[in-house]
């Protein structure tokens, strides 16, 4: 089926779209969607999501704007200082992330990497930034699933 999903947030730097929900691993087959009625940034403590992410170019946002939808979105662990990476926030999961559409650069304290469609990054709670340098939109799709530094 070829819909928008009920879980969406749109953002002035991006907009997430919330594709499935599994409370508790190992998921039980015959449960339904377990959704939430909005976006909700972390996962269940045991479970997982699946979530479609889209980013315009960033010459369509202001810097200040795009650190702002991060921290909406991301709570106070966004960093917006004028010295610090644009963007950068890290989350308590691991995060599997494969580009669909477009490129984007995935960028870190040590350095970024090109992502191009196909390409798939995994991030372990470290902190990121996404960039779009390109004039077109891209998307990825994101598996969220709990973790912990331990």
Same mark, same amino acid.
């Given at each position: 089926? &070829?819909?928008?999903?009920? +879980? @969406? =947030?749109?953002?002035?730097? $991006?907009?997430? %779209?919330? =594709? !499935?929900?599994? &409370?508790?691993? *190992?998921?039980? $087959?015959?449960?339904? &969607?377990?959704?939430?009625?909005? =976006?909700?940034?972390?996962?269940?403590?045991?479970?997982?999501?699946v979530r479609l992410a889209t980013?315009?170019?960033?010459?369509?946002?202001? *810097?200040?704007?795009?650190?702002?939808?991060?921290? %909406?979105?991301?709570g106070e662990d966004a960093k917006? &200082?004028?010295?610090? /990476?644009?963007?950068?926030?890290? +989350?308590?999961?691991?995060? /599997?992330?494969? /580009?669909?559409?477009?490129e984007i650069y995935a960028i870190?304290?040590?350095?970024?990497?090109?992502?191009?469609?196909?390409?798939?990054?995994? %991030? @372990?709670?470290?902190?990121?930034? !996404?960039? %779009?340098?390109?004039?077109?939109?891209?998307?990825?799709?994101?598996?969220?699933?709990?973790?912990?530094?331990?």
């Open positions: 089926m &070829d819909e928008t999903t009920g +879980t @969406r =947030v749109a953002l002035p730097a $991006f907009s997430v %779209n919330d =594709v !499935w929900r599994v &409370d508790a691993l *190992p998921a039980v $087959f015959t449960d339904g &969607d377990t959704l939430e009625p909005e =976006v909700e940034l972390a996962p269940p403590a045991s479970g997982l999501v980013f315009p170019p960033d010459s369509e946002i202001d *810097p200040a704007v795009y650190a702002a939808s991060i921290g %909406n979105l991301h917006a &200082d004028s010295d610090e /990476i644009v963007g950068l926030h890290a +989350t308590e999961t691991v995060d /599997i992330a494969t /580009i669909i559409d477009g870190y304290e040590t350095g970024e990497t090109l992502l191009r469609p196909g390409d798939t990054v995994i %991030n @372990r709670g470290n902190k990121h930034a !996404w960039s %779009n340098r390109t004039d077109k939109p891209v998307t990825m799709v994101a598996v969220m699933v709990a973790g912990t530094k331990g």
